[in-house]
């Protein structure tokens, strides 16, 4: 028995005043992993988010929670509820269809999600609507469940996707992203490379900058080729300022001289070691011709579109189409964001080109690293 096509069933964006039916719903619905009142208020008023409800005769009955990652084209549904008087009728995929086609009006090409290895039924109806399982993760649930991943393209269907299998390492430290980066890029050209944190320290310390805008000293792009090279790879390094690199975040006069110092020493390191220096702009079509060759490839971006702040970050390019590069982030922004949020992230070519250069001297840079 489906819901009929005239059944007068509200499928509209959620109201303050649907807090107390929504507690309410939740509460039924789910004896573990429950959203609390303070975070349901807290996603009724969010702007990073859908959120549908579904009203049957003025009453809530169902609503879907999907969350829109800044800076990317991907949506995840992070949480959905149908009330039991309604549930079997397809109002969860109507529901789900709904947040779909306004995910897609947003610019998001994925929608993902989250569900239960024991719950058949939404195993079932995510895949009649073409979701595709492509991980686990174990012990997810409050009561130890595991999780599985599923996957749709809610926008188009690529015809030239390229990708690399790449592992995810969540960095250790904050001023370890460039090592992370590269132990990904790494382990995506050789099984036997296993990140860990010792390894990340190892190479942080072999491509500290020594000095950054505050705190500790973030990874110069020679000094990430060089932490590879001495892992047993070869690299390649573009970077477009002839200058020492990252000197306009340090103001301090004796901390700029360091980094001078730093910067010419890693050059002349590269230089000894054969390293390969290109004093030239990295574009899109040396990644593209990189991934095809079977390199592997790490990019220095800025984080403003992804988290609001001016912050240098390294991430690993995993793949490409023709409207999207793929990235692995190893560093989640906020408490909400879990592995499966930072793993193969879809940014549009035009954002990508936008978020690939980082400060006032629009510094960009990547090292290509292969066997």
């Known amino acids: 028995m489906l819901l009929p096509e005239n059944k007068e069933v509200l499928i509209r964006q959620v109201q303050a005043s649907d807090e107390a039916a929504l507690i309410s719903l939740e509460k039924a619905s789910f004896k573990i992993d429950r959203l609390s009142k303070r975070r349901m208020r807290h996603w009724i008023s969010a702007s990073n988010r859908l959120f549908l409800v579904a009203i049957d005769d003025d009453k809530l009955v169902g609503y879907c929670l999907i969350l829109l990652h800044s800076g990317t084209r991907l949506a995840r549904l992070y949480s959905i509820a149908i009330d039991k008087t309604v549930r079997r009728l397809g109002l969860g995929k109507r529901l789900l269809h709904e947040a779909e086609e306004n995910a897609s009006r947003q610019g998001r090409l994925f929608m993902r999600l989250e569900v239960a290895q024991n719950n058949m039924a939404a195993i079932?109806?995510?895949?009649?609507?073409?979701?595709?399982?492509?991980?686990?993760?174990?012990?997810?649930?409050?009561?130890?469940?595991?999780?599985?991943?599923?996957?749709?393209?809610?926008?188009?269907?690529?015809?030239?996707?390229?990708?690399?299998?790449?592992?995810?390492?969540?960095?250790?430290?904050d001023f370890t992203c460039g090592p992370a980066a590269l132990m990904m890029a790494m382990g995506s050209l050789d099984n036997k490379v296993k990140p860990n944190q010792s390894d990340e320290l190892d190479i942080w310390r072999t491509s500290t900058t020594i000095f950054m805008t505050s705190g500790h000293g973030g990874c110069h792009p020679v000094g990430l080729a060089l932490a590879a090279i001495r892992k047993g790879f070869k690299a390649e390094v573009f970077i477009n300022q002839k200058g020492t690199a990252f000197i306009e975040s340090v103001r301090n006069p004796e901390k700029k001289q360091i980094l001078e110092v730093v910067d010419a020493d890693f050059y002349k390191q590269a230089k000894q070691a054969g390293a390969i220096v290109h004093r030239s702009e990295i574009q899109q079509r040396h990644i593209a011709e990189a991934l095809n060759k079977g390199s592997a490839v790490i990019i220095l971006i800025s984080t403003y579109r992804m988290n609001g702040k001016k912050s240098p970050h390294w991430v690993t390019v995993t793949g490409m189409d023709d409207q999207c590069f793929y990235m692995h982030d190893p560093d989640p922004t906020d408490a909400v964001q879990i592995e499966i949020d930072c793993q193969h992230i879809p940014v549009a070519r035009a954002d990508f080109e936008l978020m690939s250069s980082f400060g006032r001297q629009r510094l960009r840079t990547a090292v290509i690293i292969s066997q």
């Open 124 to 173: 079932h109806l995510y895949k009649k609507m073409n979701y595709v399982a492509f991980d686990t993760i174990e012990d997810y649930y409050e009561d130890h469940q595991d999780a599985l991943r599923m996957q749709k393209r809610i926008r188009y269907i690529p015809e030239n996707l390229l990708s690399r299998k790449t592992p995810w390492f969540q960095q250790t430290t």
